[in-house]
């Protein structure tokens, strides 16, 4: 196998480009900034999510 791949599935450079393109052609240039903003703004408030759960779970362990 010569082609490097990405953890993506298996997912190689071709096929990259073109979802890009096609998120591209769908989304245009000027909503692609916002739309990445509100992923990074998701991602954050998944990751603070799970670090609340994950101390509550330490401080209900820490009541019994």
Known sequence: MTET???LGGLGT????A???VVFLLFGATR???LA???GQSKR???E???EAE???EKEAKEK
């Open 55 to 57: 101390k509550e779970a």
């Open 37 to 39: 903003k509100s992923l």
């Open 32 to 34: 692609l900034p916002q």
């Open 5 to 7: 791949t990405l953890a």
């Open 45 to 47: 408030a998944f990751k």
């Open 14 to 17: 071709p096929e990259l480009i």
């Open 49 to 51: 999510g799970l670090e």
């Open 19 to 21: 979802i890009v393109a």
